[in-house]
């Protein structure tokens, strides 16, 4: 581009090719609301969930029907490992969380009413994390906030896999079987699923 005595901008050399005159302030506004379109359509593609919100729902099938992983973790705390023998023909609920998840932290009293209406009756409570030992003070923390009872196996990165855990919180329960009967995408509450298998 070249500058002429008038002040207007010309695109190579080519004289027929000259910008008209601008008025002094129209041209400015027009280029304003412009960038500002195209800034708020950028920030709705753009636009990144809430900070902690690790809930949002990815589309994936259910494993209504499928038979439930073996539970691979690093390790426990929050009470001991359970053992083959102690899960044989019992009804288990699984929960997926993690320490920095603020929908878990929100959701944790509720399992935990679920948990002291249900485990009385044999049902066994197990909560899984992906975060590995180098994150485990924080999970202690988590859990020990949270007031959660029941056992928790951390760096189970395999078995959430198994478990399509696209998203937490999420819940599963394995019948006496070993078969998943409740999920994500299952018709009825935790709790009617729950009453059938105990009767």
Same mark, same amino acid.
């Given at each position: 581009?070249? %500058? ?6 010309? *695109? ?8 008209? +005159? ?41 494993? *209504? ?82 007031? *959660? ?18 998203? *937490? +919180? ?12 409740? %999920? ?6 935790? %709790? ?8």
């Amino acid at each position: 581009m070249s %500058d002429d005595r008038t002040g207007n901008r010309s *695109i190579g050399n080519n004289p027929g090719s000259e910008l008209p +005159p601008q008025s002094s302030g129209g041209g400015f506004f027009v280029v304003l609301i412009l960038v500002a379109s195209a800034g708020y359509f950028l920030a709705s593609l753009l636009q990144m969930p809430p900070e902690n919100d690790a809930h949002v729902p990815a589309p994936g099938p259910g494993l *209504i029907g499928m038979k439930a992983p073996a539970i691979q973790a690093q390790g426990w705390f929050n009470g001991a490992a359970p053992t083959d023998e102690q899960l044989r023909g019992k009804v288990i609920v699984l929960d997926a969380w993690a320490y920095w998840c603020g929908p878990c932290r929100q959701k944790a009293p509720a399992l935990i009413k679920l948990y002291e209406k249900y485990n009385p009756k044999g049902v066994v409570f197990l909560g899984l994390t992906s975060e590995d030992r180098r994150m485990l003070k924080q999970s202690e923390e988590f859990i020990a906030a949270t007031k *959660i009872p029941w056992p928790q196996g951390y760096g189970v990165d395999t078995t959430l896999a198994r478990l399509n855990a696209d998203y *937490i +919180p999420q819940v599963w329960v394995i019948d006496q079987t070993g078969m998943i009967v409740w %999920d994500r995408t299952a018709p009825e509450d935790v %709790d009617k699923t729950l009453d059938r298998l105990l009767k």
